[in-house]
């Protein structure tokens, strides 16, 4: 039996400890995983609509995708199945970012990671609810905003170096195979080969996009146009009016289905640490 010594009960920062080590907050934050694979083969479906000229009404972004997981069979369980499990994941990112034992950096990461997740998790629930989101045009209207502001230009560009350095990011993580720290695959072999290979394509792949992303913005910041920004969806429309852009983007189209598998097979072999080092088993008996 533990016993408490630190008074009437746990201090705050002891109760998040606990909470960050329930099993069901873990179970639960892997339907998170498992939604944000299952929206990365929505994405990669989409993708390949658009370079085989089968879909190029469709927007290819995340509202687009959750919007034809709503219309699919048992779409509505599905989405509100996604908006618990981001909310899960949101909520473990953030005990990593605030509790965890890793560097400034790695808790940047995590808290980053929990304003994507929350995002994801606003944007599922609205398409759940009937709305629409406006996809690329939500990007060239934010753009608009900032463009506005003072130091407007500056603004715009600070965000593109941001998208640029997390596009940079991937590519690099996916080459250096960085992220199979994060697996607990020790004794499987086979599984942690397979998740090697799609992780590396995954990771790279998606990367190519976000620098693409951060291209246009740069390029809006540069010419103050805000019709120069543009979302994923904008990034495909760039590629497909290049030369080579059926077989760019159905390198990328294939590159984030490998990434959604790869990311089913995270939700079961990641290694979640939200806590870090606990100073609370000091203080039980």
């Known amino acids: 039996m533990t016993a408490w010594t630190s008074g009437d009960g746990p201090t705050p920062g002891e109760a998040a400890r606990a909470l960050a080590d329930h099993p069901w907050l873990d179970r639960v934050a892997r339907l998170g995983i498992i939604a944000?694979?299952?929206?990365?083969?929505?994405?990669?479906?989409?993708?390949?609509?658009?370079?085989?000229?089968?879909?190029?009404?469709?927007a290819v972004d995340h509202g687009s995708a959750l919007a034809v997981i709503r219309d699919g069979p048992f779409g509505q369980y599905l989405l509100w199945a996604c908006v618990i499990g981001f909310g899960a994941l949101a909520l473990v990112r953030l005990l990593e970012g605030?509790?965890?034992g890793t560097s400034l950096a790695?808790?940047?990461?995590?808290?980053?990671?929990?304003?994507?997740y929350v995002v994801l998790g606003v944007m599922a629930v609205r398409v759940a609810l009937g709305g629409r989101l406006e996809g690329e045009g939500a990007a060239t209207n934010f753009t608009e905003s900032l463009l506005s502001a003072p130091w407007g230009r500056?603004?715009?560009?600070?965000?593109?170096?941001?998208?640029?350095g997390v596009g940079i990011y991937?590519?690099?993580?996916?080459?250096?195979?960085?992220?199979?720290k994060d697996l607990r695959v020790a004794g499987y072999p086979l599984v942690g080969q397979g998740m090697t290979v799609l992780g590396t394509?995954?990771?790279?792949?998606?990367?190519?996009?976000?620098?693409v992303v951060g291209g246009l913005f740069t390029l809006a910041a540069w010419s103050g146009d805000a019709g120069e920004a543009g979302g994923l969806d904008g990034a495909i429309d760039a590629?497909?009016?290049?030369?080579?852009?059926?077989?760019?983007?159905?390198?990328?189209?294939?590159?984030?289905?490998?990434?959604?598998i790869y990311t089913f097979a995270r939700a079961r072999y990641e290694r979640f640490s939200p806590a870090g080092p606990s100073p609370v088993a000091e203080r039980t008996t």
Request: charge should be positive; charged fraction near 10%; proline fraction near 0%.
């Open 36 to 58: 944000s694979g299952l929206l990365h083969l929505v994405l990669g479906w989409l993708a390949a609509r658009v370079a085989l000229g089968t879909g190029n009404e469709e």
């Open 98 to 100: 605030t509790l965890g």
């Open 106 to 116: 790695a808790r940047g990461r995590s808290l980053s990671k929990a304003g994507l």
């Open 154 to 164: 500056a603004l715009v560009g600070l965000l593109a170096g941001i998208i640029l």
């Open 170 to 180: 991937h590519v690099h993580k996916g080459f250096a195979r960085r992220f199979t």
């Open 201 to 211: 394509i995954g990771y790279v792949t998606k990367g190519v996009a976000l620098i």
């Open 239 to 260: 590629l497909s009016d290049t030369g080579t852009g059926t077989s760019l983007l159905l390198v990328i189209s294939v590159g984030l289905v490998l990434y959604g």
